[in-house]
């Protein structure tokens, strides 16, 4: 138990779809990052927030639109995703964005777009 | 961007000592060096962070030259349990961006 949590664990949905995914960290951490991870392929950071504003957008296709209400709560929105975007989806939070804060992570949604 | 290079895979036996290198250039000068180990269907978990030179652990030392443009994790007398994929993290001196290596998958076996 990380003190990082995402729901759901697992998550399938068609191209046409509308789906989010949630995280919530109950460390009292101000940055929170989304990742993707594909089979093979390393770690690609997605989104970073810190105190609640966006700092770093990794060229994310627009499909994928980051939320982040407060400094507990992430969601990354989905719509009209492709066969492509299926991976696992992890989420973290750090004290304060940079390499010299642990990140501590979630356990990751594993999502499959048919 | 920082270009982070590791092994693919590496395998070893119980109780050896295990080297992973991590050659990353173009590294921010005033960052730290990172390594996390990752399980299967679980998410990257910490385990040494360092700046330069030497730092020791309950689990694990990592080496830093001086140039810093790469970086060593060693973990001593390694058990099964230590199977895991382990990815070094660092950020671009340019950017700033947080780069991850692309994993080591370690193998340990009996």
């Known amino acids: 138990e990380t003190g990082v949590t995402q729901t759901p664990r697992h998550l399938v949905m068609g191209m046409t779809n509308k789906k989010s995914l949630k995280c919530e960290q109950h460390?009292?951490?101000?940055?929170m990052y989304w990742y993707k991870q594909s089979a093979k392929k390393p770690l690609e950071l997605m989104f970073v927030?810190?105190?609640?504003?966006?700092?770093e957008n990794n060229s994310v296709p627009s499909r994928f639109s980051p939320e982040c209400p407060n400094s507990s709560h992430l969601f990354l929105h989905l719509h009209t995703l492709q066969p492509e975007d299926s991976a696992l989806y992890l989420c973290?939070?750090?004290?304060?964005?940079?390499?010299?804060?642990?990140?501590?992570f979630g356990p990751g949604t594993r999502l499959t777009v048919l | 961007l920082a270009k982070t290079t590791q092994p693919i895979s590496m395998d070893s036996y119980e109780g050896q000592e295990v080297n992973i290198t991590c050659s990353h250039n173009?590294?921010?000068?005033?960052?730290?060096i990172t390594w996390y180990q990752q399980f299967p269907s679980q998410g990257p978990r910490f385990i040494i962070q360092?700046?330069?030179t030497k730092v020791t652990n309950e689990v694990a030392s990592l080496f830093i030259p001086a140039d810093r443009k790469s970086s060593t994790l060693s973990l001593p007398r390694v058990s099964l349990s230590d199977t895991a994929v382990y990815y070094c993290?660092?950020?671009?001196?340019?950017?700033?961006?947080?780069?991850f290596g692309q994993g080591t998958t370690l193998q340990v076996k009996p």
């Open positions: 973290a939070s750090s004290p304060s964005e940079g390499v010299g804060y642990e990140q501590f």
């Open positions: 460390l009292g951490h101000n940055a």
């Open positions: 927030y810190n105190f609640k504003e966006q700092t």
């Open positions: 173009n590294i921010a000068t005033n960052d730290y």
């Open positions: 360092g700046y330069k």
């Open positions: 993290l660092v950020g671009d001196e340019n950017t700033g961006k947080l780069i």
